[in-house]
């Protein structure tokens, strides 16, 4: 038997053979060859407890790294296909916890389903359970505890149901969709995943994060347009952040490139009378989206928004869509949206009336019936922010 112990982490009791004895580190894991016929876990810390548990003994590192940087006291439990010793282990895992400490797992793959199964009796101090493409789910007819915080994640080629409410199926996606070192990976539906399963578990723990500060804090620096604050704006980005400016294709990735952009191509670079003013505000579990109507005139360059284009001193307003994605109180994804067709026009680059010789239709002779291109100029921006100010039906021919 040898005891593993790492401050803010679990001790537990591992029986094992002669070579098998190995070192705990933060953010890694241990497991022996034999079945495991006891467990102690004795938590050190008043964080939040989290049992990340899988059929792997080389489990994703980026996710126990973003649980851990999320402020989760992290452990890692392994299941080596003996399902009465794991089930034992799960039962016994708030055997340390004091009254009213809780903790919660996470699950992935075959040792979801064990997961499942255990928690459909009730565990007073298991307050959430996060299930990731188990094989079965549990062949019983009576639902889960109602006081347990349980979302169960589903990948598109898995193909029966429950009558959870809150089990999301990824379309397309196979089971390990949601780790980044499997060839299963889909980047896109795991940060779906993600942003359900923090929810799951900051509601299991009472937990209230103010995402708005981060956001605030993040604007007040980008929008001063001070060089000396630059620095302090990319120490706000998380390791491996990205910045898109989607009409443009331009912004960067990681810390060095952002920092770069900001100082180079954003600080000083926006006209002296742009004004802008938040529309609106929608706060999520790790985003924060706003729409931000922006008034200038276009008197400097602007490699943002216009990059290769000289100041023609017209004047533009559009209304920006930002999706900050936060995590462990840093920003690891910025995406800035807007209608580049409304800011041509305002700008003299695009014309609404002008329909190029060379375009065709799919049916002989319809090009005809094009008589403008469906974009708008100032208008477009005016209506998000006065809606009922504008009719929203010119350019249907049949209304």
């Known amino acids: 038997m040898v005891k593993v112990e790492v401050g803010g982490k679990p001790i537990f009791e591992i029986p094992c053979i002669e070579g098998v004895n190995k070192t705990l580190k933060n953010g890694t894991r241990i497991r022996s060859t034999t079945s495991h016929s006891s467990s102690k876990v004795s938590w050190s810390t008043n964080t939040p407890r989290l049992v990340l548990t899988s059929d792997t003994d080389d489990f994703d590192e980026d996710i126990l790294s973003a649980f851990k940087a999320e402020g989760f006291n992290t452990w890692y439990l392994p299941y080596d296909g003996d399902k009465a010793g794991y089930r034992r282990q799960i039962e016994h895992l708030a055997d340390p916890l004091e009254l009213g400490e809780q903790y919660a797992i996470v699950a992935y793959g075959d040792a979801a389903a064990l997961v499942l199964e255990s928690c459909m009796r009730p565990m007073p101090k298991l307050c959430a359970v996060v299930a990731y493409y188990p094989p079965h789910m549990p062949r019983t007819s009576t639902n889960f505890p ?72 993040h604007n007040r620096l980008k929008w001063g347009g001070k060089e000396e604050d630059m620095e302090e704006l990319a120490e706000g980005f998380g390791r491996g952040a990205t910045l898109d400016c989607v009409p443009t294709v331009t912004g960067g990735f990681g810390r060095k490139e952002l920092k770069k952009f900001y100082s180079e191509f954003w600080a000083g670079k926006n006209p002296p009378d742009l004004k802008k003013k938040l529309l609106s505000r929608t706060v999520g579990t790790d985003r924060v989206v706003d729409e931000i109507l922006v008034g200038f005139t276009h008197s400097t360059d602007m490699p943002w928004m216009l990059p290769g284009v000289p100041p023609t001193g017209k004047r533009v307003e559009v209304v920006l869509v930002v999706v900050v994605t936060i995590t462990g109180g840093k920003i690891v994804a910025e995406n800035v949206h807007w209608d580049q067709a409304s800011v041509l026009v305002q700008v003299g680059l695009l014309d609404p009336k002008y329909v190029p010789t060379s375009f065709k239709t799919s049916e002989e002779e319809r090009e005809k019936e094009v008589t403008r291109l469906p974009v708008f100029s100032v208008d477009a921006a005016r209506k998000v922010a006065e809606p009922t100010k504008a009719k929203s039906y010119e350019l249907i021919p049949d209304w």
């Open 146 to 217: 109602p006081s347990l915080n349980l979302t169960i994640h589903l990948a598109g080629n898995q193909k029966f149901g429950t009558r959870h409410e809150k089990c999301f199926r990824y379309p397309g996606t196979k089971d390990g969709f949601a780790e980044s070192d499997l060839e299963e990976y889909s980047s896109a539906d795991a940060r779906v995943a993600w942003s359900r399963t923090i929810a799951t578990l900051r509601s299991g723990f009472g937990i209230e994060i103010d995402l708005e500060a981060v956001v605030d804090l």
